[in-house]
């Protein structure tokens, strides 16, 4: 009589699984040599977000020195216009790669070195 096969072991199973996880992050470009690259998604809602935060953080000073100083909408109109501009370099800066503040741009440089070498 023929012994009954044995299941494979769940170390084989969770080392084929591993294998076909790390096969599919290379065919979808997912792997981890594109891990420090922003997608496009992300990177827009960072644009947005720095606009954005710009803006309100203007709009914020200048409508606590008005309220303090009496001088309304002066000082709003005034920081809103600086506000807007620092919104603006700051998307500048993150294009440009030239951002540290969340490691962008020294992942950028980080993967040129790598490349180059």
Known sequence: MAEPETPPSLDDLDARLR???????????RGPESRGRPTGMGLGFRIGAEL?????VG??????????????PW???????LGGAAGVMNVY???RGMDDTVGL???SR??????DH
């Open 59 to 72: 709009v914020g000073i200048g409508w606590a020195l008005d309220a303090w100083l009496k001088t309304a």
């Open 75 to 81: 000082l709003m109109v005034v920081f809103l216009l």
């Open 105 to 107: 741009g020294q992942a």
């Open 93 to 95: 800066r993150l294009m």
């Open 52 to 56: 954005v935060a710009g803006v309100m």
């Open 19 to 29: 294998a076909a996880r790390a096969r599919e992050e290379e065919d979808s470009g």
């Open 110 to 115: 980080r993967a040129e070195q790598a490349r």
